[in-house]
């Protein structure tokens, strides 16, 4: 290639870059695509798969306070085009994250995002605090839409002014970007959204798990022990996408789309739905390089379709 | 997670089958390891389906699988020269606890199915001095599928099946209390109860036991959190409540010592 | 086979039938499977691909006062494990079915159900009142959930008070068994149950569609024309059975699972979360005679485990 | 829902399949009736699918199709002997308009994979009088992938491909200006736009046209009003507004006649 020709391509090279939020607390992404928390680990684990710098961000499992050991198994099991997980937010807490798993997280070039989980409007605003000088954390999610607890989780997750109120709590304690994840177990989304971003919060993710059941026929029990877990994959894609779209149309903070990503086809459903960025949950099972896959697919569409900024899909719907 | 070809996929009788795949990191099993198989492109089944690596030889690999649902039905009917997607070797595999090898002998006891991980076992300590037997339980003389194998590379095997059409009539544990004994170690690989009923042999016995077992599985790699079996251990980084401890069956095993198992809650 | 041996047969033979319900307003069902209103036309359709006595009951597509016409096309899009539909009520009007279908449907040994809709809670009460000395129908199924029309629909499906409403106006002008047929769209599906048990409904069903959506990246559009649309079909089955089991959890009349059944088993499984009676949908249309299957399935599993009777699985979980 | 047993499934090149099954039903199919084949136990796909009959011989049936996407790669991974689930013979096929038969000629076009239904079409015309014409478009030279087999049956084809690679350059709509006389009657099948264009070119001619359609299927037995056509004709049973009415594609149709349907909105 000659050098001018070499020039031209890099400036076609279509920019996958976008930047949620604004000011000091702008979360500057290089790709729309994350992995979405739960699903991935601490990161770490995916290395070997795939090259970690081609996700926009990482977010990293569930935290809370104190280590939590989870739910007594089965805490898994398959649906038609989905699985249920009653995980109970199993996690090494917030202090054994901090000092062990994040030093080797910041060696990647990419943005780690905690996911943290809190039983009470404090427990939250602790755990953002904790977090707020942690070097290497580039935003908080809050995980109001644990399905998978007792205390706190769904509560929080369903009621606009309990919403508010940790979304509250936490921005008062924390600089860092605050992304508040959205429990689809709602009348009204929108309801919900515009709560959450009233409160302060710099931007929406959603949707976490839809809550679900599964029963073996022949033990006579839920197959779950918890009985009800949330479901996730593909299966839930449609709700997720029409949740989505909703939230989107109701507020003014970037959204962030999940909800049965597998392939690049579907994150780009999300953007024209009006999506800043995606993450890719269940699917790093099924490959683990899928969130890989998902970005190079968003960039290739956008070539092939002349688009030169991932901005001009966000919402883009004729 | 690469591409492997299917070479064979051969019905053995009883709904199992032996299916020999091309893959290029066959060499890199080590006995006992197991691998995630996506049996097709479709997202019904979703998840992986993990197997025990029966045997390898070069690039090729071989697992022994039995058809009891969705996955392996679609297993079953795919062709030599299709491909399937395989994610592994995963998981510790069977170690052999620090310099007994060679000292002591080996009793493998296999239930069903369980057989898969043993020739694997079985053709890497086939040069070792000891005695080494195989207790191999299945229900009927049709489900000892892979009997000659284990003899062609020279390992003893005795055979219980439970409505006695070959070997002796009734469980594995029945042949265990009279071939048990102390210095040996015990590798099992079946269903729950079997396990559970050898490790309590081998506890009142005196033998070191490991146990090779099963979980529903999301990711195979660690990071769903799904495979999670209560343990009496205190391996570190796990979280501690009740003394007790969550390990994961993909990651962290799928083999176990028996003792740190915590059976009541298996 | 000896007469004594033929008597031993048919005594062993387990009895799949259910009572819905007390009293004059019993709705008494050979067999707890019934098709799921809006997937088996007018049931007529079906008599080519199977044997109609073997279902429990027919659930016809949802009748309003006038003819409708439907949404413009496409109405329909295949999605993971499911379908997402806008058929938009096509429907001949509740005159045209009493005289051009029912006297058909009069002919075949087996329940008929009236599926209504209006836009307006004396719409439902005038359907109910012509329907109710049509011979030939033997319970009114109150759709207040159905995701796909503007007016009323999913308004009355998820506000408890609106839901009461229609059930309260139907009650009063009908003798007929009343089911009302939840939307799942919903933060507490108990709160809606318990409100229409309140109202006076005999028993209920649940659920119907979650709505969704589904986007033709290519075209940049919405799939559907009316962008949302009610999801169907496996893909919802954990959701559902969830909401049963929750439902069935608060209300004493009885409650009907409906969602994602294509086989027995996953019947079954709905019968044991406390459900007495099931509707098959979307699996009519990947196979014709699937609700004649599950019944045959269900009839086999009592007999392999021993079950008398139907009514002991109903809610039998250990 | 007959089970049907692959007997051949060959590919044509350019991504078309011939797929030959042994089907009880074979016989009863009328030409431009379709069938709904589930290609999978599966769940994913859940859908059947629908497609045009080629060709029925004795026991057997053909369907020529595309691979275009999820479904439609999966069947054409099957393998003789495999058995696939078909409904049908659906839809309501092409019919002669009364009494022209052998008074008319024949003029089928046909865009692309709309090929399909008119082979087993000329197969039952081929005794007529008349001097039918097959007018076959296609991409380029490679997509004409069934030329010999009408000529075999002695149906007259002419072939228009968009890059002049076979026959005359250009789209079908350019031979058709030449060949469609007044007194012929027209059956199109192929793509929407290509449809309209003939059916514009009939009426102008004031030629009597039938076009078979295609739109997303779910049940292919007209209960749930999912393939709807908006219609400008008054047929009963249906519900009217502004004097149009939606017909269902696979009940009603798939074979409409042009001047029925509402082509600014198809
Ligand atoms: C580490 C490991 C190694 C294994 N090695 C082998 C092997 O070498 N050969 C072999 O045939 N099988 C092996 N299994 C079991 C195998 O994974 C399951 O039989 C398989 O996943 C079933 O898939 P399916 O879709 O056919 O069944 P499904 O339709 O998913 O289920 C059918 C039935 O099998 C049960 N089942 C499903 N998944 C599992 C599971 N992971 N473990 C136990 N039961 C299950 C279900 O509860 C159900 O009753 C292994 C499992 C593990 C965890
Ligand atoms: C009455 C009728 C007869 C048909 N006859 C034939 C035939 O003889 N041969 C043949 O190859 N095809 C035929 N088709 C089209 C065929 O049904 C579709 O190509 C097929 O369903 C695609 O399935 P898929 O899973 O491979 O594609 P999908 O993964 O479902 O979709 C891939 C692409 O195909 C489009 N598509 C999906 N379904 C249809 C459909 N029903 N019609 C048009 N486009 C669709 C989608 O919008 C998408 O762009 C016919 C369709 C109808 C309605
Ligand atoms: C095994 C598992 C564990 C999860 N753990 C968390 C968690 O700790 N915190 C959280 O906010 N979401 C968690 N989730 C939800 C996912 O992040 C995601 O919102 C959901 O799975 C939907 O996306 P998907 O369909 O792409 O998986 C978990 C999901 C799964 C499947
Ligand atoms: C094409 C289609 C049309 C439907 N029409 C109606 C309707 O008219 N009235 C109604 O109450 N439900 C209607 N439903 C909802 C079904 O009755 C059922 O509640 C839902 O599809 C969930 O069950 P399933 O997953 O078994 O399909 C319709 C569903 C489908 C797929
Ligand atoms: S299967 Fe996911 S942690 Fe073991
Ligand atoms: S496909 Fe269902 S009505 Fe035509």
Redesign the pocket.
């Known amino acids: 290639m000659k050098k001018t020709e070499k020039a031209k391509a890099i400036a076609k090279k279509p920019s996958t870059g976008i930047v949620l939020g604004k000011g000091s607390r702008a979360l500057r992404l290089s790709s729309p695509v994350m992995t979405?928390?739960?699903?991935f680990g601490y990161g770490l684990e995916f290395s070997p798969y795939m090259k970690l710098e081609k996700l926009g961000a990482i977010?990293v499992?569930?935290l809370s306070l104190r280590p939590r050991e989870g739910n007594p198994p089965p805490r898994?099991v398959e649906t038609p085009c989905g699985?249920l997980?009653a995980?109970g937010?199993q996690?090494v807490g917030v202090d054994v994250f901090i000092d062990s798993k994040l030093p080797k997280l910041r060696k990647y070039k990419t943005k780690v995002i905690a996911?943290i989980?809190g039983e009470t409007a404090s427990e939250y605003a602790e755990l953002a605090k904790r977090l707020d000088d942690a070097k290497g954390v580039h935003a908080l999610?809050i995980?109001i839409?644990?399905p998978n607890v007792k205390k706190g989780g769904m509560a929080f997750g369903t009621d606009p002014k309990e919403a508010a109120r940790v979304v509250r709590a936490v921005r008062a304690v924390t600089g860092k970007h605050v992304m508040t994840?959205l429990s689809p177990n709602v009348t009204d989304i929108r309801v919900m959204a515009r709560a959450v971003e009233d409160a302060g919060s710099d931007s929406i993710s959603l949707?976490?798990?839809l809550t679900g059941m599964a029963i073996d026929i022949n033990k006579r029990r839920p197959v779950l022990t918890t009985k009800i877990g949330?479901l996730?994959?593909?299966a839930?894609?449609p709700v997720?996408l029409r949740m989505v779209w909703e939230a989107a149309g109701v507020v003014k903070i970037p959204v962030v789309g999940?909800?049965?990503?597998v392939t690049a086809e579907d994150a780009i459903e999300f953007l024209l739905a009006g999506a800043s960025a995606v993450?890719?949950?269940?699917?790093n099972f099924l490959t683990p390089n899928a969130s890989e896959k998902v970005a190079d697919g968003i960039a290739a569409y956008m070539k092939k379709h002349n688009i030169g900024s991932v901005r001009k899909l966000v919402g883009a719907l004729n | 997670m690469k591409e492997a070809i299917i070479i064979e996929n051969k019905a053995l009788g009883a709904d199992y089958f032996l299916i020999s795949l091309k893959w290029a990191l066959a060499p890199k099993v080590r006995p006992g390891q197991f691998v995630m198989l996506r049996v097709t492109g479709s997202m019904d089944p979703l998840l992986r389906r993990p197997f025990s690596v029966y045997n390898t030889d070069g690039d090729t690999v071989e697992l022994l699988y039995k058809v009891v649902g969705k996955g392996t039905t679609i297993l079953s009917s795919l062709n030599p020269g299709d491909d399937v997607d395989l994610l592994g070797p995963l998981g510790k595999g069977f170690s052999i606890p620090g310099g007994m090898l060679g000292k002591s002998r080996l009793l493998m006891v296999a239930g069903g199915v369980g057989i898969a991980p043993f020739y694997h076992l079985g053709r890497s300590i086939k040069d070792s001095d000891c005695d080494n037997l195989l207790i191999y339980g299945a229900r009927t003389k049709r489900d000892t599928v892979v009997v000659k194998p284990f003899k062609d590379i020279g390992v003893k095997i005795k055979i219980a099946t439970e409505d006695g059409s070959r070997g002796t009539k009734g469980l594995v544990t029945g042949l265990l209390e009279s071939e048990m004994h102390c210095g040996d170690i015990v590798y099992a690989c079946g269903p729950s109860l079997m396990l559970k009923a050898v490790a309590e042999m081998a506890e009142d016995k005196g033998v070191r036991c490991l146990v090779s077992l099963e979980r529903a599985m999301?990711c195979g790699i660690g990071v769903?959190?799904?495979c999670a079996l209560r343990t009496v251990s205190h391996r570190p980084g796990r979280v501690l409540k009740d003394d007790r401890t969550y390990q994961m069956v993909c990651s962290d095993g799928p083999v176990f010592d028996s003792r740190d198992v915590d059976w009541d809650k298996i």
């Open positions: 979405a928390s739960g699903t977010c499992k569930g898994t699985m997980n995980i937010l996690n996911n989980f999610e995980n839409s644990c994840k949707i976490n798990t949330g996730s994959g593909p839930i894609k997720a999940i909800g049965g990503i993450q890719v949950g269940t699917a | 999301a769903c959190l799904g």
